[in-house]
């Protein structure tokens, strides 16, 4: 059910914070009442009133992301993210988070490549401060020499250790190979030169230019009115500039032409991260391409490259397939992680059962299987306020409509093998696979009747040589 509220009080009783976490609403998709809610100032929300567990949960997401850093200042939108709760407004650092404990809130930011996101859980009967706190880190964050030099060395710290990670590294050759200089291939949390030279006044400039009012998008559950509601909204962002000032991010496409990428290093197996175009989120064969990898490889033991790799040859203990439709690209991946020599053999059945599935399709019993599965499970995802909140700020980036729990799954069960037929003629394209692997490979396929291909052959490494060779 859903209703707009353009702008009344709840009584709530007060449980212990950790308590509450291990609570859940058990609020069924269908019967949830989703609010349309328009603060007196014009900042929309939705809001699910759920009085059962006395837990607000807020998530917030603005445009602009860490695709909107500089390639010289890579690592500002992450680091800015480190930082919001780290001191604001008159609030040192230590004041900051001891005012968070005394309210019993917890506040946390994050950074993806098209979004800077947040989040805000509170026990109802403290909202009003926990509000309050999370407004002043989002419009006067203080950005104080100490705090960020802490977290520009935690932020190193990370970084070295991404270096040494055979997926970090697969990934990053990847995308770098796939969308060369596109700012989705930078290295999202920075490099070490680049975070040396992050400076208060760019972590000033991200938060003016990207924290913004006409960029923002919010989802609140919990015991709370549309009213009450109405009015948290307008203190919490009110203050915000009204419209944020970002960088166009031009539109990518994956690199056409297949290649194997090696990065050597001396680990006992192979990761391996392949993948090609993909679809945009609101293509309309987009619905259909997710119940397709379902049965590919999105659906864990049910999937096809599940049972090839894994159940009948032993060659990885995991192999998955998934969609990417970031906003200005999208990319249908997989990843599979295999001992150094049988990675020919693995990819040599990835590319088949692409080619098996476009050149022949799926069966009957396949698709209805995979319907009953995607219907059945979507309920799982809303079993509590967080992961509730989670999917309406989803549906709301990806402006799939207020309505989109109600019509999602007749959406699936309309998918029809022909349906399927078409889109794996559209996306799946293993002559053209991009792979990126890590490790010692044997890149020569052994399995009998899975024939070389043209380009197992594998390419020098966009990735820089580090390590031990």
Not at 3 to 29: G, K, N, Q, T, Y
Not at 284 to 296: E, K
Not at 331 to 346: A, F, H, I, S, W
Request: glycine content about 8%; charged content about 25%.
């Amino acid at each position: 059910m859903i209703r707009a509220v353009f702008m009344r009080p709840v009584a709530l009783r007060c449980v212990p914070f950790a308590l509450c976490l291990l609570l859940f609403a058990a609020l069924p998709a269908a019967a949830m009442d989703i609010e349309r809610v328009v603060s007196p100032g014009g900042i929309e929300a939705w809001l699910v009133q759920e009085d059962e567990v006395p837990v607000i949960v807020m998530n917030v997401a603005w445009r602009g992301g860490t695709a909107t850093d500089e390639a010289g200042k890579a690592g500002v939108a992450n680091m800015v993210s480190g930082l919001l709760d780290e001191g604001a407004g008159d609030l040192s650092s230590e004041q900051f988070q001891r005012r968070l404990d005394e309210t019993a809130a917890r506040i946390s930011f994050s950074a993806d490549s098209d979004y800077f996101n947040g989040t805000l859980k509170t026990l109802a009967d403290r909202k009003e401060e926990a509000f309050g706190l999370f407004a002043l880190a989002i419009s006067s964050p203080r950005f104080d020499v100490e705090a960020v030099e802490r977290i520009r060395a935690q932020i190193g710290s990370i970084v070295a250790r991404n270096r040494e990670s055979p997926d970090w590294i697969a990934s990053d050759a990847w995308y770098k190979a796939a969308l060369g200089n596109h700012p989705y291939a930078l290295e999202s949390d920075g490099t070490p030169e680049t975070i040396a030279k992050i400076t208060r006044d760019d972590l000033l400039g991200y938060t003016k230019k990207t924290l913004a009012r006409d960029n923002l998008k919010i989802a609140v559950v919990g015991p709370i009115s549309a009213n009450e509601l109405g009015s948290l909204l307008d203190r919490t962002f009110g203050s915000l500039p009204a419209e944020a000032s970002l960088p166009d991010i031009p539109d990518a496409t994956v690199a056409p032409e297949g290649q194997v990428i090696v990065t050597v290093r001396n680990f006992p197996q192979s990761v391996v991260l392949f993948g090609t175009q993909g679809l945009a989120r609101d293509d309309p064969d987009f619905i259909p391409a997710f119940v397709m990898n379902h049965i590919l490889g999105g659906g864990s033991f049910s999937s096809r490259l599940m049972e090839e790799v894994r159940e009948k040859r032993g060659l990885a203990y995991s192999v998955g397939t998934y969609l990417n439709p970031m906003k200005q690209a999208a990319m249908l991946m997989g990843q599979v992680g295999t001992k150094n020599e049988r990675v020919g053999e693995t990819l040599a059945i990835v590319r088949d059962e692409m080619k098996r599935m476009r050149d022949k399709g799926v069966t009957e019993e396949e698709l209805n299987d995979a319907k009953t599965y995607l219907t059945g499970s979507y309920p799982l995802r809303f079993t509590s306020n967080a992961s509730i909140a989670g999917q309406l700020l989803g549906i709301q980036l990806e402006d799939l409509g207020i309505d989109y729990i109600d019509r999602r799954n007749g959406l699936i069960e309309a998918v029809t093998r022909e349906d399927i037929e078409r889109v794996a003629q559209r996306l799946l394209r293993p002559e053209n696979l991009l792979v990126s692997v890590v490790g010692k490979p044997n890149l020569s396929p052994k399995a009998e009747g899975l024939p070389p291909t043209d380009d197992m052959a594998p390419k020098p490494s966009t990735h820089p040589a580090e390590g031990p060779q």
